[in-house]
């Protein structure tokens, strides 16, 4: 029997550069890693690609690491200088490099082995846990002629990138805070080519500095840190986390910037009003001044997101000043997140800050109240997604009473015609919203939550199915006669309820559940038989055909249908509807098994599952924690 041969056509095909390629662009990194040792034409053909991307929190790539700092405790340095030779041989491929190890980032920065960069992120660096022993002759000097050693060194250490930088970029040299004069010098060493690999890449398009970084570079100047971005003329993402800079100088210098985030309060000297057009995105962990705020919006007139962590009245603005800064130009604006702000700047300042963003589509507020949601109604004529973040348990005590209704998701419903998504489980339905008109017909993401119904108790639940099964009231009492009424007002109630919610009819998304257990107080355990959780909210729906769950039937796009922490009284008539009417139904929340089934509770919901799940085995069961990224719902 003759041995198999490739035939030559396919040997053609295997041979063509442009295939391997673009077939390696596809694989995983162990799978490329082995394609490379097939044979020299696809090594050569792969290995940019396998190199194309280095990210050192990998596994592969933290064990180098240990390996290495495990070496220089024992004093070799064989690990070392294979780390830094990987970066000589094959750092001319690199384009995308993340670094969280200073091991990795003082072999990449070593040379100009590494300046085709397209993306440099920098993360959380890790530090080895020993420092470069001191030298032996610093024992035989005294404390001021260290001082005058220390200074010596450190001048003739940054004597060369002095003498070829435009500003100075070490000012002064950095407080010792322990360090061993050796191993200040080994940062003085990156500190340099650090500096000097960033500004080597010249067609970096995306960067992040680290905080961590303060650590162990040298305290570099800002008006060296501003030349250096500048000199870039690619970069167009910047994350600053590492030192604050004059915003002005960031949107006077950084002329492509599109995407820009900090992790300090944006501040500007105010000298500067020349324009970014091309910045679409900033933001900003810290509190913003409602002056910086509107500065901001003039500044980059064609800003489409904006997220700061807080606003605040400090520096206030009034409307004549506010209407020069704007140059009374109304922001592009579409999305803005907005976190913690003084309660003063909701109460005065809100209708001044939409009132200079018509064009708002999408709002995230740390706590939206009615006077944000009046001055939303108000100005904001296309806004369509509001969200308001929320987590953990919502129920304060095992025994709270019905939460107040929340007039800002009422002002919402009854005056923004364009609203598709309110995702603010923290808001609260309950009252006359049932009674009033909602503009809101496009609305198809709902999650909130629904209080206020009267209910009747279990027990007057079960006395209830007793009057109701012998169909006989003539000669009811009047206890009796009292809980029939009280039924029949329930049930009207909850199907004004439903009917409400299906005149939306373009509805995918209708969570009305939240977490209402705490686990760290509420979950106790007495004995092996005995735990003790808080109850589910009794004043919401019952989701009973009989009150009108049927209603909701028009919602034949409805894709996920919450009710965690609601105390319904699901059964199996009202799963094999909900099998049948909604056909597109993706996502239920209400009966996962985030507690043992030891709880009552929780062997009701655990049955009606597996119920469900022989109806709709294509139906995931979820957690009111998991988002809602991944669903069509999303606005």
Request: hydrophobic fraction near 35%; aromatic fraction near 8%.
């Amino acid at each position: 029997m003759q041995d198999a041969q490739t035939p030559p056509c396919q040997q053609d095909v295997f041979g063509i550069l442009e295939l391997i390629q673009r077939i390696g662009s596809y694989l995983h990194p162990s799978d490329l890693f082995s394609c490379v040792q097939v044979s020299r034409h696809w090594n050569s053909s792969l290995i940019p690609i396998l190199w194309e991307t280095i990210d050192d929190s990998m596994l592969s790539w933290q064990k180098a690491v240990r390996q290495q700092e495990d070496d220089m405790r024992l004093g070799g340095h064989g690990s070392q200088n294979s780390i830094r030779n990987l970066f000589v041989k094959h750092g001319c491929h690199i384009r995308h490099l993340r670094l969280h190890w200073r091991t990795t980032l003082d072999a990449a920065c070593s040379g100009m082995h590494c300046s085709g960069l397209r993306s440099l992120r920098i993360g959380r660096i890790r530090h080895p846990q020993i420092q470069q022993p001191e030298h032996d002759w610093m024992a035989d000097l005294d404390r001021q002629e260290q001082d005058e050693m220390t200074t010596l060194r450190w001048e003739i250490a940054m004597s060369d990138i002095s003498t070829v930088a435009s500003s100075l970029p070490f000012p002064t040299r950095k407080a010792a805070l322990g360090r061993t004069l050796a191993q200040q010098e080994l940062d003085w060493s990156t500190s340099k080519h650090f500096w000097t690999f960033l500004r080597n890449n010249r067609q970096l398009k995306s960067l992040c500095l680290n905080k961590s970084l303060d650590e162990f570079l040298e305290d570099v100047s800002v008006p060296y840190l501003v030349d250096t971005l500048a000199s870039l003329k690619d970069l167009s993402e910047l994350e600053n986390n590492y030192i604050a800079i004059d915003l002005d100088q960031i949107l006077g210098r950084v002329s492509n910037l599109k995407r820009y985030n900090s992790m300090f309060s944006p501040t500007g000297s105010g000298v500067s009003n020349q324009t970014s057009l091309q910045l679409r995105s900033a933001g900003f962990l810290g509190v913003c001044a409602y002056r910086e705020f509107l500065r901001i919006l003039s500044r980059a007139p064609n800003l489409e997101f904006l997220s700061v962590g807080g606003v605040s009245v400090i520096g206030g603005v009034d409307s004549t000043d506010a209407a020069n800064i704007m140059n009374d130009r109304p922001s592009q604006l579409a999305t803005l997140r907005l976190g913690f702000h003084s309660k003063t700047l909701l109460d005065v300042h809100m209708n001044d800050v939409f009132s200079w963003i018509p064009h708002l589509t999408t709002l995230t507020i740390t706590q939206l109240v009615p006077s944000t949601a009046q001055s939303l109604s108000t100005f904001c004529t296309n806004l369509e997604t509001v969200y308001e973040p929320h987590k953990g348990a919502l129920s304060a005590s095992p025994g709270q009473l019905t939460p107040m209704a929340t007039p800002a998701l009422d002002l919402l419903l009854m005056n923004c015609p364009t609203l598709k998504k309110f995702d603010g489980i923290r808001h609260v339905l309950s009252g006359q919203i049932w009674e009033e008109p909602w503009v809101c017909q496009g609305l198809n993401f709902l999650r909130c939550r629904v209080r206020g119904v009267q209910r009747l108790s279990p027990q007057e639940q079960e006395r209830y199915s007793v009057i109701d099964s012998t169909g006989d009231r003539t000669l009811l009492s009047e206890d009796d006669s009292r809980l029939v009424v009280s039924h029949t007002v329930s049930m009207e109630q909850q199907k004004k309820i439903y009917e409400r919610l299906a005149t939306l009819t373009k509805l995918c998304v209708v969570d009305l559940g939240a977490e209402y257990r705490r686990l760290h107080r509420d979950y106790e355990m007495a004995f092996d038989e005995y735990l003790h959780v808080n109850r589910p909210a009794h004043d919401t729906l019952e989701l009973t055909l009989e009150s009108g769950l049927g209603l909701l039937g028009n919602l034949k796009g409805l894709q996920v249908f919450g009710f965690e922490g609601m105390d319904h009284r699901i059964g199996q008539n009202e799963l094999q509807w909900m099998a049948l009417e909604w056909p597109q139904l993706q996502v239920m929340r209400g009966f996962h098994d985030a507690f043992p089934p030891r709880i009552d509770y929780e062997r009701r919901k655990a049955e009606l599952r597996e119920m469900f799940a022989m109806l709709r085995p294509d139906v995931k069961h979820q957690g009111v924690e998991r988002g809602y990224s991944t669903h069509a719902g999303r606005a």
